[in-house]
């Protein structure tokens, strides 16, 4: 088999399980697929963020219409938020490719940390 078949096919799977991960639970998907093409397609963590908000964005399509075809939208709690979070990510993105790893490695330690933390504190 060639490299770009590998690299499709892990990609493929990191896409199914982590798209399953985010549909059951959710938090954490973004650092996940960094850390994960990192790790595993070798990407660098600036394009790993980028590459990151296609999966995103399509994981979270699906679980928007899913909402809405159940009628569990609270649009004005959703929209101001997602104009918000429209503005953040603009000015996020740009941190991450003006700063590039000095600024994306700590975030993600940062998030997996609250993430844990978050996750023992549900459990108990």
Do not use: Q
């Amino acid at each position: 088999m060639n490299i770009r078949f590998n690299r499709k096919l892990i990609a493929s799977l990191i896409g199914f399980f982590i798209g399953m991960y985010d549909g059951f639970l959710g938090p954490g998907t973004g650092t996940f697929l960094i850390i994960l093409y990192v790790n595993f397609l070798s990407l660098d963590h600036v394009k790993a963020s980028g590459t990151a908000k296609i999966v995103n964005l399509a994981s979270n399509l699906s679980a928007l219409f899913t909402f809405l075809i159940n009628s569990k939208v609270i649009f004005y709690v959703g929209l101001p938020a997602a104009f918000f979070s429209i503005l953040g990510n603009w000015i996020g993105s740009g941190l991450a490719i003006k700063n590039k790893e000095k600024l994306i490695k700590p975030v993600i330690i940062s998030i997996l940390f609250m993430l844990v933390i978050k996750i023992i504190y549900d459990f108990v």
